[in-house]
């Protein structure tokens, strides 16, 4: 499975961003899709996560009420609306799939929040 993220950029503090992950190949095999990121000196953390098969959602409690996942199966492709952005937002955020064997990831998209 092939991963392409669109959507990131810069955004002034409380502006939105959606983000958007097309996914190519095996598609049929995706069990889950998430968006993990990556902040400067941090490590990797898991902001959502949504099922294919009921589209069951998780988030990390840091962005619960402000970010959104969602996906459009017909069109391969997931989406991660967030509002109310701060700069403890910024970071670089990677789309990920739960397939068998090891997840398949995108290149990232970076996601600045001004102050």
């Known amino acids: 499975v092939q991963l392409v993220e669109s959507g990131g950029g810069l955004v002034q503090a409380g502006g939105s961003l959606r983000l958007s992950c097309a996914a190519s190949g095996s598609t049929f095999s995706i069990t889950a899709m998430g968006w993990y990121r990556q902040a400067p000196g941090k490590q990797r953390e898991l902001v959502a996560q949504?099922?294919?098969?009921?589209?069951?959602?998780y988030y990390a409690d840091s962005v619960k009420g402000r970010i959104t996942i969602s996906s459009d199966n017909a069109q391969n492709t997931m989406y991660l609306q967030m509002n109310s952005l701060t700069p403890k937002d910024t970071a670089v955020y990677y789309c990920?799939?739960?397939?068998?064997?090891?997840?398949?990831w995108g290149q990232g998209a970076q996601v600045t929040v001004s102050s």
């Open positions: 990920t799939a739960v397939v068998p064997g090891p997840n398949s």
């Open positions: 949504i099922t294919t098969a009921g589209g069951s959602s």
